[in-house]
């Protein structure tokens, strides 16, 4: 589009628009998960988001995903409530299809030009029906399947997209030469306007926060590995679109040249990543794909039973929590195997379509075919990087990722602007969630004076109280256009709703979700005086929240609420059968009828939030945690078990970038002592842990004083330890130290250290073995860290490593590549063929003599040093367990504290109102442990800057006449939510309902029905149970 | 016994909210076919389906029972309400088996919320098996009646079961294979006979003697198809509980049962 059309048609929009009309605290610029994180957390700590998408719905690569690890959590269903939640929080402003053009001004006082493409669907009037997409006869490839599929010019980018509308793709016949527009006859709702124009809006924000992802490696134009040439070398991406149910073959894993099912499958890692010469590919470790090779070789084979894999790599680096065990998953299954080589493509067999790869065995090489090649494509910067650039103004790194601070990764080049998400970097989906969080917490620091003054919250009128009236039922029953009309009679159904008891109003309605008719149902509802209200149309999954806010909008009790599903669950999967799903839809708006009459109205709770913050552990982690929150004014109590905070990083010195870790840590431990509103207490320990989120007491037991702190929010920030070896001479020999020891040697330039002509370094020692079954993540760029400043501080010095698999990823690849260009040798060695060691004397000279095997000579060599580095395990701090046991959250196999949610709530305990940061949930770098303190942070602003927290009127609560006191409901409730409390009738089971999740598992352990679940009662389901059989 | 084509069962679904109703909902979505059949309750999760769920639905003539939850170790609940379901569904079969229901009118499935193309497969496969067993009753060869007052003596043993249940049939591993191995144990089967079998048993011939009046061991075996020798033994027991009063061959109910 010419510059001079766009500038006309901005001129006009600022005569109508003003300038002043969007104001906001915070642009949120990528909508992909991270993105989606950061707008959620920053609304509800009661900020303004505009949160900016270029693509026509949120979700970004995440919805792509078919499943992700190590859980094998299906990827769309965690991620797509989110969405929903972005589309109801009234603070985000959701612009999807729009793009930034330029940034003007200040921290605190940025314009952003945003340029809103046509995207020739009116957001506001289209429901979704997909009417359009039906009708519309031109097909195109489906970006959102990688094009393996074809979609219409007219689509929704995918069936679980916010905003749910379609847009039309500049393939459409209309948009290049006016022909045909169908989609605009066909719609009902005359959503259709082909005269949109490109629209640029101007936006005041007082912080920025860039989260616009990556992209996957491209492997088009060198045509890596075949790939364009040969139809069936496909990159992981694809092959993800392959697997998934909503895929281009509906999850069954047909290659592309003859859509068959390939049982001999080759993935090949590292695809554009840790290259040496990276002309057109990159230097660095991508992170994630040797973890999501894994994956889809275990999915490939639930799939496939039969398929033969062969997985090509150069190092498994499973560094991460529970990626070791993933990876031993994948390896035991039948006909994987996992083959250490560089690979080459062969050919293409003309007839069959199968691949052949090469590649060596200790044999030599081999050639072997292949059905299908996938190749573990690496991560790139987003293509927007360039641009973003210049138009944020702020600057990239030296692989054209967002540059940060070294010791606040999430702050950019420009003050004000933050980043989130893989822009600063290749990572996994968790350190994306968290780094949102962490962004929420800076921006929130930021613009601390303005919270809560743009956000609003939704107002609805006082509710009626109608417990003495009888059941007055009102069925809405929707077409949802054609998708449940055209299958099933509707007006037959309504007839017969009309005729089921307690029923007073029957409707009829082309779209019940739409803005306008929910508007109209609430007026019903209010002028017919109805109690009770089911919908008849789609699933309570996605709409439920949106009806029971249209009966809060006509004050009646939302819980009086219930619905038919009859399109997921009838017209869509027997739309053949229109007099039977007919039938069966008379039946479920029957039981909803019969659960509606028992419905009760209940209360949400709201609880009050102490604006107290508890932090237990003052290493990096607490302390950033602490000082954030203590910032914006919440305060803080720090407790640290030691005499002095620091914790860990007391003994670092420098990190593997060069900076200086002790300047950063005095600075912080100065700047928490100092500060007003942080409590710190040392050489405390907590004793006892009472109440719930919102309302903790727990207390602290220091110095022979012990107090009772009352807080709303935990953070647990306990830290790890080194691993104390028993191995390789370790306490036995002085030349025998730790990474950590050696690093404080160097600090001080130790004599005997700097004497040491020849070092061993040994990896993973107490770690990856059947004790600790995991990898410590940090010991591999630790060792390149004090290699290289050996070699720094003695260039001369020989430096072996032995290790396992070098684990240096994302940019610590280059210094795993400069320790190697500066002559540190490196030599593999195998679990069952270790490393051994004996403390020799020879002429005089007190020596260590390493014999090891080398793989590459095939002998084993003896190497005499003079000193001995031992990469010993990060391990939990000891005391977790107890610590665990009075937060009531969990501990992983490990020993570390477990998370929420492997991916989507890192920070998150299950527990309520407890968060969690640094190594005490898994070892981690020090930047890693920074970003994730401000994302315990961010997480417990959500909290803290609330005054109430809504409790679910759905929970458990027992009549204590029926109660026997058996304890069979308190001993299933594992969030223990249920306690004996002694009554005048003697010891009764009690619920708090705070705790209670509403999972209903104790009312079908107690054995008199003493305890009941609200809204899921006893009476509702036999209700339910009644209606469905009434006409058997 | 072949089912009539026309037969269109009927089958009660208890989902879950956050897996298996989700793979139903995404089963729409992606528009996989299945035979229109069930009839859905929404649950927040499959451990809160009751005993008395199963034996009511069946009591009221439901062709079949289906039970869909979250895959194990995911569900979304901390105290993994899925394995309850389990565990739960293990012993309803063992119960309708004796009492003549058909186990198989009972299944319970794992479906994640991604998983649309599974729930069309599970409600395709399922439903074919129900309609090859015909209506309520029919495959089993028994009276509804029978089988109805059968369920009822089972609804009415649920509090004691539940009560026996942590005492006795609490699964120490909860694992898959634990749950498997536990059933599977050689004492189990004898204890749960000892402990609800007969007791069932007993209930059954109580509400037998209710219904019908005075009967032999011999009459009361047979109509609820228990072994004669069984039927003495517990009218024997009945007898020293003062239940039942033995009047020469004849069982009859005691007067302040």
């Known amino acids: 589009m010419e510059f001079g059309l766009l500038q006309q048609q901005w001129d006009t929009q600022r005569v109508l628009r003003g300038t002043d009309d969007n104001v906001g605290d915070v642009m949120v610029v990528g909508g992909g998960i991270s993105g989606i994180q950061a707008s959620l957390d920053l609304s509800t700590a009661g900020y303004k988001v505009y949160l900016v998408e270029k693509s026509p719905t949120v979700g970004g690569k995440m919805s792509q995903l078919d499943k992700t690890f190590p859980t094998n959590d299906c990827s769309m269903c965690i991620e797509s409530p989110k969405f929903i939640e972005t589309d109801r929080q009234p603070n985000i402003e959701l612009m999807t299809y729009t793009d930034v053009d330029s940034v003007e001004g200040v921290p605190g006082d940025f314009t952003v030009t945003l340029l809103k493409k046509p995207r020739y669907v009116i957001e506001d009037s289209c429901t979704g029906c997909t009417v359009c997409v039906e009708y519309c006869p031109v097909k195109i490839p489906d970006p959102f399947n990688q094009n393996l599929s074809m979609n219409k010019a007219v689509h929704i980018y995918f069936s679980q997209a916010v905003p749910l509308v379609t847009y039309i793709d500049e393939n459409c016949l209309f948009l290049k030469d006016k022909t045909c527009g169908i989609c605009q006859t066909v719609c009902e709702k005359d959503a259709i306007d082909f005269g949109q124009k490109a629209e640029k809006v101007k936006v005041k924000v007082g912080a920025i926060i860039l989260s616009p992802g990556y992209e996957t490696f491209d492997p088009l134009p060198r045509n890596d590995y075949g790939y364009g040439q040969y139809a069936n070398v496909v990159t992981s991406m694809d092959f993800e679109r392959l697997l998934c149910s909503t895929g281009p073959h509906e999850g069954q894993i047909l290659r592309p040249s003859d859509k068959k099912h390939p049982h001999k499958i080759a993935w090949i890692h590292c695809v554009g990543s840790r290259q040496v010469n990276p002309a057109g590919g990159n230097s660095y470790c991508s992170a994630v794909c040797c973890s999501y090779t894994q994956k889809q070789v275990i999915l490939a084979k639930d799939h496939l039973p039969d398929m033969q894999a062969k997985i090509f790599h150069n190092d498994i680096r499973s560094y991460g929590k529970d990626f070791e065990r993933f990876y031993q998953r994948a390896q035991k299954l039948p006909d994987v195997h996992f083959i250490r080589s560089y690979v080459s493509v062969g050919s293409e067999d003309p007839v069959t379509g199968d691949v052949s790869i090469r590649y060596t065995t200790p044999d030599g090489v081999v050639e072997e075919f292949f059905e299908l090649v996938v190749l573990s494509v690496g991560l790139a910067p987003t293509k927007d990087a360039q641009r973003f650039s210049k138009v944020f103004g702020i600057e990239l790194n030296q692989h054209g990722f967002c540059k940060v601070e070294p010791f606040n990764p999430l702050q950019t080049s420009r003050p004000g602007i933050f980043t989130s998400g893989a822009f600063q970097g290749p990572m996994d989906i968790p350190e994306a969630v968290m780094g949102a969080s962490g962004a929420c917490a800076q921006a929130s620091h930021l613009l601390k004076s303005r919270r809560g003054q743009l956000s609003e919250e939704r107002v609805f009128p006082e509710e009626k109280d109608t417990s003495q009236e009888e059941a007055k039922v009102g069925v809405f029953v929707c077409r949802c256009g054609a998708n449940i009309g055209r299958v099933v009679d509707v007006p037959g159904i309504a007839e017969y709703a009309k005729t089921l008891p307690g029923v007073v109003h029957v409707e009829e309605s082309l779209f019940a979700c739409a803005t306008n008719t929910a508007k109209a149902i609430s007026d019903t509802i209010r002028d017919k005086g109805l109690n009770r209200v089911v919908v008849a149309a789609c699933t309570p999954r996605t709409h439920e929240p949106l009806f029971r806010d249209t009966l809060r909008e006509a004050g009646v009790n939302q819980y009086f609420f219930d619905m038919a599903n009859i399109r997921e669950h009838c017209t869509w999967v027997h739309s053949k059968e229109q007099e039977a799903a007919t039938e069966k839809a008379k039946d479920i708006v029957r039981m909803s009828v019969a659960r509606a009459g028992k419905l009760e109205p209940l209360e949400e709770f709201l609880l009050p939030v102490d604006k107290t913050l508890l932090v237990v552990g003052g290493g990096v982690a607490g302390m950033t945690s602490a000082y954030t929150l203590a910032e914006q004014g919440f305060e803080t109590y720090l407790v640290e078990k030691a005499s002095d905070l620091g914790g860990v990083a007391n003994r670092m010195h420098y990190t593997l970038e060069g900076m200086d870790v002790q300047t950063f840590v005095k600075d912080l431990k100065k700047k928490v002592y100092r500060h007003p509103g942080i409590h710190v207490i040392t050489d405390a320990a907590v004793t006892h842990v009472d109440g719930y989120v919102g309302n903790f007491s727990t207390t602290v037991k220091s110095k022979g004083r012990v107090r009772t702190i009352k807080h709303g929010a935990a953070i647990i920030a306990v830290g790890a330890v080194e691993y104390k070896p028993t191995e390789y001479l370790y306490g036995q020999n002085d030349k025998v130290m730790t990474l950590l020891e050696m690093e404080g040697k160097l600090a001080k330039r130790d004599e005997k250290l700097m004497a040491a002509e020849s070092v061993v370094m040994i990896q993973c020692v107490g770690c990856r073995n059947e004790d600790r079954n995991y990898c410590a993540r940090v010991c591999c760029s630790g060792a390149m860290k004090n290699a290289l400043k050996m070699k720094e501080l003695k260039p001369e010095a020989e430096i072996y490593v032995l290790f396992r698999d070098m684990r240096t990823y994302g940019f610590r690849e280059d210094y795993y590549l400069k320790a190697a260009r500066q002559d540190v040798k490196f030599i593999r060695y195998e679990p069952e063929d270790e490393p051994q060691l004996a403390a020799l004397e020879e002429g005089g000279r007190n020596f260590i003599r390493v014999t090891a095997a080398d793989p590459i000579l095939g002998k084993k060599l003896e190497l005499d040093v003079d000193a001995i580095i031992l990469a010993a395990a990060v391990i939990p701090t000891p005391g977790s367990t107890e610590l665990a046991r009075m937060f009531k959250v969990p501990l992983g196999p490990d020993g570390f504290f477990q998370e929420a949610h492997a991916k989507l709530r890192p920070v998150d305990f299950a527990a309520e109102g407890v968060f969690l940061c640094g190594t005490a949930q898994y070892p981690k770098h020090l930047s890693e442990t920074i970003t994730q303190a401000y994302g315990a942070a961010g997480r417990a602003l959500t909290l803290l800057s609330r005054d109430t927290v809504v409790a679910s009127g759905a929970v458990c609560s027992v009549k204590g006449m029926d109660c026997v006191s058996c304890g069979a409901c308190i001993s299933v409730c594992t969030y223990g939510a249920i306690d004996f409390q002694d009554t005048p009738r003697g010891k009764k089971a009690v619920v708090n309902s705070v705790l209670c999740k509403g999972d209903g598992l104790c009312v079908s352990k107690c054995p008199t029905s003493a305890i009941m679940l609200s809204h899921y009662t006893d009476d509702e389901v036999f209700n339910q149970i009644d209606a469905a059989l009434e006409m058997v | ?257």
């Open chain 2, 1 to 257: 016994m072949a089912a009539p084509s026309d037969f269109k069962p009927i089958i009660v679904g208890f989902l879950c909210n956050w897996c298996c109703y989700g793979g139903a909902d995404l089963c729409g979505v992606s528009r996989f076919q299945y035979p229109p059949y069930l009839r859905v309750i929404r649950l927040m999760c499959s451990g809160r389906v009751d005993l008395e769920f199963i034996f009511r639905a069946f009591a009221k003539k439901s062709d079949g029972v289906f039970i869909g939850g979250c895959h194990l170790g995911d569900c979304h609940y901390n105290p993994e309400g899925n394995y309850d379901a389990l565990g739960n569904s293990m012993v309803a079969k063992r119960i309708l088996e004796n009492i003549g229901v058909n186990p198989d009118r009972l299944r319970l499935e794992w479906v994640s919320a991604g998983e649309g193309i599974r729930f069309a497969e599970i409600m395709n496969e399922f439903g074919a098996k129900i309609k090859s067993l015909g209506p309520f009753g029919s495959s089993e060869g028994r009276d509804v009646a029978d089988l109805q007052s059968g369920l009822e003596a089972a609804t009415q043993l649920v509090p004691y079961f539940k009560l026996v249940e942590r005492e006795r049939f609490r699964v120490p591993r909860r694992t898959e294979a634990g749950y498997e191995e536990f059933f599977a144990k050689p004492d189990f089967e004898p204890l749960f006979k000892a402990l609800i079998i007969d007791k069932l048993a007993m209930g059954r011939i109580m509400g037998e003697l209710r219904a019908n009046g005075d009967a032999t061991a011999g009459d009361i075996a047979q109509k609820l198809r228990l072994d004669a020798g069984e039927v003495a033994r517990h009218l024997h027991q009945l007898s020293q509980q003062g239940m039942v009063k033995l009047n020469g061959g004849q069982a009859q109910i005691a007067v302040a049962a």
